[in-house]
C-alpha cells in the first residue's frame, strides 16, 4: 500500500470517527433526518458507572439501562464516546448496556503488562464479576471482535450470545493489503485527529501517544488463529461485515458453515447462528449502519432461534 493509500485510509478514519461522534448517520446512508425525539438523538445517562479493579488494571466502565445485559467492546484507538454515543440510547432502552474501556484505551490507564486479545478477554470476564453478572450477551467491533472471540473460548459460561461486527478470528482474516498496512501505522498519521484529542482530554500523559498508537497496533503485528476454538464455540453467534469491509468474505463464510450454515433452511432447518454481509459499507462504515445493525442485532438477541423455518 502506497504512502497516498495510507494517508486517504486515515483521513477517512478520521471523519468517521468525527461522525460517529453525531447523533445521527445520515450522509452515508441517505436516511432523512431524525426527529429530534427520537431514541438516537434523547440524551441517555449511564445508571452507574466507575472503576473496577480487574487484574491488575482500573477498568473504567458505565453501565445503562435495565434489562437483559449486554456488553459492547469497542476498536482499536477508541473510547465509550467515539465508539457507542449513537449505539448506546438505541439499545438502553430495554436492555442493560455494559461498555468499558480496554487496557490503554480512554480513562482505563495503561499497565506494564503486554497488550493481548487473551488478556482483554479475561478484562471483560473480570468486569463481570465486578458487576455481579453472571452472563451476558457480548457485542465485539473490529478489535472488539477479536476480543469477543477470546471471550467466549476462555469464559464460555459468561457468554449467552455472540456478536461480532467487523472482526476477525485469525490474523489473515483481514485483506492482504489490509494486514500489510499495519506495520506502516505511528502516532504522527493520528495528530490532530478525535482519537488523539481524546486521549489527551481523559486525563492520559499526551507524551505517551505514541507509545499507546505502538502497543494497539503490535496485538496484529503477530500472527493468530484462533479457527479450531472459534469453530467450536457453543454459543449462537451472528457476525456481520461489509461488502467493503477490510474482513475477507472467506473468513467469515468459514465461521457461518462451522456454525450449521451453507445449507438451505427449508430444507434442514435455521441455524442459530447468522451471518451478514452489508452492502456498500466499508469496516469503519460499519458503525454508521445503525438503521440495519440494530433491528438484526435485537432480533437475533430476541429470538427463539429454534423456531422451525417459515412457510406459506
Known sequence: ???????????ATVMAVATS???????????????????????????ESGYADVNGLKMYYEVYGEGKPIVLLHGSYMTIPLNWSHIIPL????????????????????????????????????LLRHLKTDSADILGYSMGGGIAFQFAIRHPEQLRRLVVLSGSYTHDGWWPDVEAMYATIDANMFKGSPMQKQYDSLGNDPAHFPEFVKKVISIDMKPYDWSKEVKNIKAPLFMAIGDADGIRYEH???LFRAKGGGKMGDIHGLPQSRLAILPGTTHIGMM??????IPMITDFLDSDLNAAPPTF
Not at 461522534?21 to 445508571?47: R, S
Not at 455494559?98 to 470476564?125: C, K, N
Not at 454508521?288 to 445493525?293: A, F, I, K
Request: include cysteine; aromatic fraction near 4%; charge should be positive.
Open 252 to 254: 467469515a463464510l468459514a
Open 288 to 293: 454508521q449502519r445503525t438503521d440495519w445493525l
Open 1 to 11: 500500500m502506497n504512502k497516498n493509500m495510507i494517508t486517504f485510509f486515515l483521513v
Open 91 to 126: 439499545l438502553a432502552g430495554n436492555r442493560k448496556v455494559i461498555v468499558a474501556e480496554m487496557q490503554g484505551h480512554g480513562r482505563t490507564r495503561d499497565i506494564p503488562r503486554e497488550l493481548s486479545y487473551e488478556g482483554m478477554a479475561d478484562d471483560v470476564s473480570g
Open 21 to 47: 461522534c453525531q447523533p445521527g448517520p445520515k450522509d452515508q446512508q441517505n436516511v432523512p433526518a431524525k426527529p429530534e425525539d427520537t431514541p438516537v438523538n434523547k440524551p441517555v445517562k449511564p445508571v
